[in-house]
């Protein structure tokens, strides 16, 4: 099974505080992934920290979970899918966060997308890719 990586970064204008504070919200995920995202359950130590719990529905697709493995505030977010995905051997998505001379910040979101279905991998990348690199865009507008 070959693992296939998204790779998207995007420099905002608004300070690492801000940025993180909107991406480690769930909810706000729904805008970035062009998807529902529901909040399934807190973190053990923050709201939106590790163990905390997410089911996403991307269009006709049936909904798959995420848990919230690694949470650094102000620089990283680290979850993988639990449940409801073919996507979900050695599947995780990995968003740093980093401070930008000017004041903004830098965000580098990766996710390692592997299947038993070497197609399924290689689709899933390309749309990924394209719906991220278009939610940062417009995100950017909205931290």
């Known amino acids: 099974m070959r693992a296939h990586w998204v790779t998207v970064e995007h420099d905002f204008s608004a300070p690492v505080d801000r940025v993180f504070a909107h991406f480690s919200e769930h909810e706000n995920l729904g805008d970035l992934l062009d998807a529902q995202v529901d909040r399934l359950g807190d973190g053990e130590l923050h709201r939106n920290g590790v163990g905390s719990r997410r ?41 740093r966060f980093s401070a930008l001379p000017g004041g903004g910040t830098h965000v580098d979101y990766r996710i390692r997308i592997a299947s038993r279905v070497p197609a399924v991998a290689l689709l899933v990348n390309a749309a990924t890719t394209r719906t991220l690199a278009r939610g940062m865009t417009a995100a950017d507008g909205r931290v």
């Open 55 to 95: 089911r996403i529905r991307i269009g006709p697709l049936p909904p798959f979970e995420e848990i919230i493995t690694r949470f650094e505030p102000g620089e990283l977010i680290e979850y993988r899918i639990t449940k409801g995905s073919p996507l979900l051997h050695d599947h995780v998505g990995v968003l």
